[in-house]
């Protein structure tokens, strides 16, 4: 089993910044590939940002390219989202989650992913 908890969230303008953190416990973390995905009010959750278990690789929704950041800390156990410029759209609850696929095949999609955190609030004002 791996635990995930996201922590970061709040309440920012729109140009704003937040940097959201995923700690994880439990097994290895440097065995998962780490992705975040985002959740809207009457919307499905969309994939948003991907890295794979090195850190080499990074992968992002087109909604948010030159934006927002993913990185990770293995020795620290712990997965990052950067995000710049926010935008009101970018008003959700952001979850991190991580697979087993460590080289993540399909970032995109949620069935990649083994484990979910709880979730934390981002709301960009206007």
């Known amino acids: 089993q791996v635990q995930l908890a996201e922590s970061g969230g709040g309440l920012v303008q729109a140009g704003g910044s937040l940097r959201l953190s995923c700690a994880a416990s439990?097994?290895?973390?440097?065995?998962?590939?780490m992705g975040w995905f985002r959740q809207a009010p009457g919307k499905e959750r969309e994939s948003v940002a991907a890295?794979?278990?090195?850190?080499?690789?990074?992968y992002y929704a087109d909604s948010v390219k030159g934006r927002f950041t993913i990185s990770r800390d293995n020795p620290k156990n712990t997965a990052y989202l950067q995000m710049n410029s926010l935008k009101p759209e970018d008003t959700a609850v952001y979850y991190c989650?991580?697979?087993?696929?460590?080289?993540?095949?399909?970032?995109?999609?949620?069935?990649?992913?083994?484990?979910w955190g709880q979730g934390t609030q981002v709301t960009v004002s206007s």
């Open positions: 989650a991580a697979s087993a696929d460590r080289l993540l095949t399909r970032w995109e999609r949620q069935y990649q992913y083994d484990y």
């Open positions: 439990g097994r290895t973390f440097s065995n998962y590939a």
């Open positions: 890295i794979s278990w090195s850190g080499g690789r990074a």
